[in-house]
């Protein structure tokens, strides 16, 4: 069965270091997306992405944050100068179209920011 | 505003025991759609259900069901007869037209269910 898969699962970083986290969506899918849940919080959407453009962002994803679909099967979150509240699970997401239908989840990616 | 309340933020079940989480939405939407998801200890999430606006009827999967009733914007979600592997944060999410692409989670229920 078809998933999606984030790397790392856990990165430990410097706080101001860059990161960059990875997804691979699943391949016949359109639409994807980056949550965020701080320890023991709920999830908390970040940024959509279809079409190779940011379709939707919330007040959390702001300039620090990036995001890029480099190749076809690659969809990454850039945090540029890492503090130390951005420490979280951050959950990679795709689906075949819009909320409609379900989003299916990544394992996600433990980032401490030290 | 489109909101989720999960209430409960911790419930601990015997073994065998029926447990019922409870979650309430706002939106001022006629078409949305509600889900459930299951994160383990281990982090992911596990996707469990999705429910649209236009269709009420209960459902049921195995030892799991879930109430869905607009009148009272509630979407419960009952696991009968449960399990020790059930143990986990269970999160009730919401999506409308007028959240676009995004899920709104409401801030999960953590089961224990002791042996």
């Known amino acids: 069965e078809p998933e999606v898969t984030q790397t790392p699962s856990h990165q430990v970083t410097q706080m101001g270091q860059e990161v960059i986290l990875r997804c691979v969506p699943i391949s016949n899918h359109l639409y994807f997306y980056w949550y965020r849940q701080i320890l023991g919080q709920k999830v908390e959407f970040l940024v959509s992405f279809y079409n190779n453009e940011i379709s939707e962002k919330s007040e959390i994803f702001d300039d620090q944050f990036s995001v890029e679909r480099p190749d076809g099967s690659n969809f990454t979150l850039k945090i540029r100068s890492t503090k130390l509240e951005d420490s979280a699970m951050y959950f990679c997401a795709s689906g075949w179209g819009s909320s409609y239908n379900e989003q299916f989840f990544g394992p996600g990616t433990r980032l401490t920011v030290l | 505003a489109q909101k989720v309340t999960q209430a409960q933020t911790e419930i601990s079940v015997v073994e065998k025991e029926d447990v019922t989480l409870d979650c309430v939405y706002e939106t001022r939407d006629t078409t949305y759609y509600l889900f459930w998801y299951k994160q383990p200890p281990s982090g992911e999430l596990v996707f469990l259900i999705r429910?649209?606006?236009?269709?009420?009827q209960n459902e049921i999967s195995g030892r799991y069901s879930w109430n869905f009733q607009k009148s009272t914007s509630s979407f419960n979600f009952t696991i009968t007869a449960s399990q020790v592997v059930d143990s986990a944060v269970y999160f009730c999410a919401l999506s409308d037209t007028n959240t676009g692409n995004q899920f709104y989670f409401g801030t999960g229920t953590s089961l224990t269910v002791i042996p």
């Open positions: 429910r649209n606006s236009f269709d009420e």
